[in-house]
């Protein structure tokens, strides 16, 4: 019965304190028309403190969003276009030499922002993707002898083009692994693109302007975290990722010969994460198996091997995923 009491008094907080997710997202479907998974997906991993990764054609309106959202909150925005020529110190900053002070300075690199776009982030070889992924990781940049922290919020929205794949260099597993979630957008519904039309035909794009703050944002995160996990759901978590590792013990025995390597670690606290956070976008105080199954396929897509007879019958890690949240117990 305490218990009860509580999370209905955590439900009141978290309902109060989520109360400017529904001013942000109102801004962003103002400038952006449809995508309401991409906005979600960039509001869970801005309040869990991850990072994104976005597949999807050209003209989608990917750096639109993370621009927008940017600008809502009143913070720093960067976007780094990745190119084969690229070099890390064009990402971190690098030192530079001062004639007039005859000593060499730092200088900041695009990657010193709260909201950082790297565009086509395959097209740029691994030193590069490294030194991101690093800053990704640690939250910080070493340039020279010194070491700098990153901002707060710092959330980096990686593009991937699924089209060309001539001068790209696939992101290796192990860092594909740093990104909370691996979003794939899809194109505009018939009537969502007869609207693009007619307001892009205008002229003028909707201003948007701050709604709420880096300070709130901070507060929020710290809101998130006390958003309340029963032990039954964090079992449903463990259970899910495990059937990408052991199939054959939830009665998968057809995924064992198409599934190389299963999900890390990873995949079960960002299953943990980005449920908690998609709980608070829905004003809720505590995490229920919908709100798994609705961030389950961008945690795992990317964190499934799939073996030569899985790509032989053009079978997907989304069928995969489909194929486990369908046949493990729900809590």
Excluded: W
Excluded at 216 to 221: G, P, S, Y
């Amino acid at each position: 019965m305490a218990e009860a009491v509580d999370i209905r008094e955590l439900n009141i907080i978290i309902e109060q304190q989520s109360a400017f997710i529904t001013n942000i997202t109102s801004g962003m479907e103002r400038v952006i028309v449809g995508q309401k998974h991409l906005i979600d997906s960039l509001l869970i991993s801005l309040l869990s403190n991850g990072h994104i990764l976005l597949e999807g054609v050209p003209g989608l309106a990917k750096t639109l969003a993370i621009k927008t959202l940017s600008q809502l909150i009143d913070s720093d925005f960067s976007r780094i276009q990745f190119t084969p020529d690229l070099l890390p110190a064009d990402v971190i900053g690098t030192l530079v030499y001062s004639q007039k002070n005859e000593n060499f300075q730092v200088k900041k690199g695009p990657v010193f922002a709260n909201f950082v776009l790297a565009d086509e982030i395959n097209r740029a070889p691994a030193k590069v993707q490294c030194a991101l992924l690093e800053a990704m990781q640690e939250r910080q940049v070493t340039i020279g002898s010194s070491t700098f922290d990153l901002p707060t919020p710092f959330l980096v929205m990686a593009t991937q083009n699924p089209i060309e794949q001539e001068g790209t260099y696939p992101l290796p597993e192990a860092q594909v692994d740093r990104f909370m979630l691996k979003v794939v957008i899809d194109y505009p519904t018939l009537e969502e693109e007869k609207l693009i039309i007619r307001e892009n035909l205008r002229g003028s794009m909707p201003e948007v302007k701050p709604v709420v703050g880096v300070d709130e944002i901070i507060k929020a995160r710290e809101v998130v975290q006390q958003v309340y996990i029963d032990e039954k759901i964090e079992q449903y978590i463990a259970d899910i990722v495990f059937a990408t590792r052991y199939p054959e013990r939830y009665g998968l025995e057809n995924l064992k010969s198409l599934i190389t390597f299963g999900a890390s670690p990873r995949a079960s606290i960002n299953l943990a994460k980005a449920a908690r956070a998609y709980a608070f976008i829905r004003h809720r105080g505590y995490v229920v198996p919908e709100d798994i199954r609705a961030v389950a396929y961008d945690v795992l897509r990317h964190r499934i091997g799939l073996s030569y007879e899985a790509e032989a019958d053009n079978v997907s890690s989304e069928e995969i995923i489909s194929n486990i949240i369908n046949k493990v117990e729900v809590p």
